[in-house]
């Protein structure tokens, strides 16, 4: 490091050298908004989608079928499920979307029995669970969902056909329940085919994480031979399947935010190169008053964190902005992967500008430092 | 014992097959408080001599010895050490950092000093001040004419108080007026701030300022070739 009173000075070198800086400054800030961007596209489908020890949630699906319009259950297969040993609690649930394929503003309809909501493990931002019993075509929305359509409490919300009124707000950690409208199961089932009697799924509670893949197990071979056979798995890896084709997308923008890295890199090292170049005769002058050679090449250091930080800062202040007001959801078959710029992504992208700084500074502090003060005099 | 003494001090550079010796087994003794001007033609060694009294550049071979110690021995940071606390250089195109303002090419050599802000201003404020500069502060070196330029340049070279003063054509690049005025101030320096100062010159008109005027040719004093002659 350098001594305290020695910062300003770099400061004056970054803040003085105004062009240079705000051009390297928006190049970095390009590449670290763009990192950011994928890490949090990365992070939202490790959320969604990997499992822990602790899972409790299975989803009971129509066998082979992978869209929610073509999922069709009995909806009386609940009480067989919920007598298998190691069941905590059985919610059906119909799935109405606007739209099935991949896209950032799907509205997702879950229609749910009373008990169901009231089990939920989700906290209300606004309005209450009585409004939403108290009334048929009342819904509860996801924060996201809400934040994205500029919806608030008494709002009508109306897609894919179907008109509901804003009963409450909810906030959860769970992906899924942040893009979701939750509606009364009786309303969706009349409202979108009039399918009474028949949902998409089943969301099945297990007592013991243990127990997860055997109870599914059970779950199938009790349907297997009847006319609507099941597929059973955890939540996360019910995710997994669906959003496959997001998941191989995010694989590949992970190399882009390989490239964004290698971009920043190049862009720092070519600026602190040039900038050392330059001033060639300013470090001459510095050595001639007796600063050390090993002082100057850490002020080229110092100058080049310094500069790499600032535009990473800029670049995750960006991103973050961005998914933060613009509530991104990538949702297909009515299951969300959230895009979230959050504190780890930010952590992340900020230590790996510092170390970028650091590194692409290497080099010309190194040229700095060896420059021999009298040729350096002969050559200006 | 002199202030500065060189001993057959020589230098010799590789400028690819060829080999150059600008300074050539040159003898001379510089006293504490003199003001000494150094002259000759281009290429006759006056610059690598003040560049190796500075401790900027090494002698090939013999021994530069300033109050008794010989800085040609000494490590690259042992070197940089005593360029801070013994030398001031002006040079004839100032070379101030020109992202910096006057105030603060002057600070530059205190940086490396531990002093608290005050003592820090006290001294930048004293040596523009003192160079009649102060009025420009905060002003950008692209903001000066020549002179004002090395009055900022001369007060970067005495700030830290140094011992020696080396100055390489300090009015090369200025005005008869400002080459005056800035010959004048240093003259003035030399009894105030009490160093020996060391001018290379090609203007007679400059070393008439100086308490003493050698002549250089070929790498050695012309006194020393005319010894050897006889």
């Given at each position: 490091m350098i001594p305290v009173r020695m910062f300003p000075l770099v400061g004056k070198y970054i803040v003085r050298h105004r062009v240079r800086t705000l051009l390297t400054l928006g190049g970095i800030a390009t590449a670290m908004f763009l990192f950011c961007a994928v890490q949090a596209m990365r992070s939202g489908v490790a959320a969604a989608t990997q499992e822990t020890a602790s899972e409790t949630t299975l989803v009971v699906y129509r066998?082979?079928?992978?869209c929610p319009f073509t999922s069709e259950l009995p909806q009386d297969y609940s009480r067989a499920i919920a007598a298998?040993?190691?069941?905590?609690t059985v919610a059906p649930m119909r799935i109405v979307v606007?739209?099935?394929?991949?896209?950032l503003d799907v509205v997702t309809f879950r229609g749910v029995e009373e008990a169901a909501l009231h089990d939920a493990d989700f906290r209300l931002l606004g309005g209450s669970l009585a409004d939403w019993t108290r009334r048929h075509d009342a819904a509860i929305v996801g924060e996201r969902l809400a934040e994205r359509r500029g919806l608030k409490v008494g709002d009508i919300l109306s897609a894919a056909g179907i008109s509901v009124s804003i009963a409450g707000i909810l906030a959860s950690d769970n992906p899924q329940d942040q893009n979701v409208a939750y509606v009364h199961l009786g309303f969706i089932q009349r409202a979108a085919?009039?399918?009474?009697?028949?949902?998409?799924?089943f969301n099945v509670e297990v007592?013991?994480?243990?127990?997860l893949d055997a109870v599914a197990s059970a779950i199938d071979e009790s349907f297997a031979s009847s006319q609507a056979p099941t597929w059973t798995s955890s939540e996360k890896a019910f995710v997994a399947r669906a959003v496959t084709d997001i998941v191989q997308l995010v694989e590949f923008a992970g190399w882009l935010g390989i490239g964004s890295l290698v971009a920043i890199f190049a862009l720092v090292a070519n600026a602190i190169s040039l900038s050392v170049q330059d001033r060639a005769k300013d470090h001459a002058v510095m050595q001639t008053l007796g600063y050390p050679e090993n002082l100057i090449a850490r002020l080229v250091v110092v100058e080049s964190l310094g500069v790499s930080l600032l535009g990473g800062l800029f670049g995750v202040a960006i991103a973050w902005s961005i998914s933060w007001f613009g509530q991104f959801t990538f949702s297909v078959e009515g299951l969300s992967v959230i895009i979230q710029a959050d504190a780890e992504t930010i952590a992340v992208g900020l230590a790996i500008c510092a170390v970028i700084g650091v590194g692409a500074g290497l080099l010309p502090a190194l040229r700095a430092a060896r420059l021999s003060t009298a040729e350096a005099f002969r050559a200006v | 014992m002199a202030f500065i003494e060189c001993r057959q001090l020589s230098r010799t550079y590789k400028r690819g097959d060829q080999e150059i010796t600008p300074l050539d087994r040159l003898d001379l003794d510089v006293e504490a408080g003199e003001f000494l001007a150094l002259m000759g033609p281009s290429g006759s060694g006056k610059t690598t001599l003040l560049n190796l009294i500075a401790g900027i550049d090494r002698p090939t071979s013999g021994e530069l010895l300033v109050q008794g110690r010989n800085?040609?021995?000494?490590s690259r940071s042992a070197l940089a050490a005593w360029r801070r606390d013994h030398v001031g250089y002006i040079f004839q195109l100032y070379n101030?950092?020109?992202?910096?303002?006057a105030y603060e090419n002057v600070e530059l050599p205190l940086l490396?000093?531990?002093?608290?802000r005050k003592e820090c201003h006290r001294r930048v404020s004293a040596a523009l001040n003192m160079v009649g500069i102060a009025n420009r502060h905060d002003h950008y070196p692209r903001q000066l004419s020549g002179g004002q330029e090395q009055r900022v340049a001369i007060a970067r070279a005495i700030v830290a108080e140094p011992r020696i003063i080396v100055a390489d054509e300090?009015?090369?690049?200025?005005d008869k007026s400002s080459a005056h005025d800035i010959l004048a101030l240093l003259q003035r320096l030399t009894h105030e701030v009490s160093c020996a100062l060391i001018m290379v010159t090609h203007d007679p008109r400059a070393a008439e300022y100086a308490t003493r005027t050698l002549h250089l040719e070929k790498g050695r004093l012309v006194e020393q070739l005319e010894e050897a002659a006889t």
């Open positions: 066998e082979n079928r992978f298998i040993p190691g069941v905590k606007n739209n099935c394929r991949a896209s085919g009039n399918k009474q009697g028949i949902v998409t799924q007592a013991d994480p243990s127990q | 800085i040609a021995s000494l101030l950092v020109p992202v910096l303002t490396l000093q531990a002093l608290s300090p009015t090369g690049d200025l």
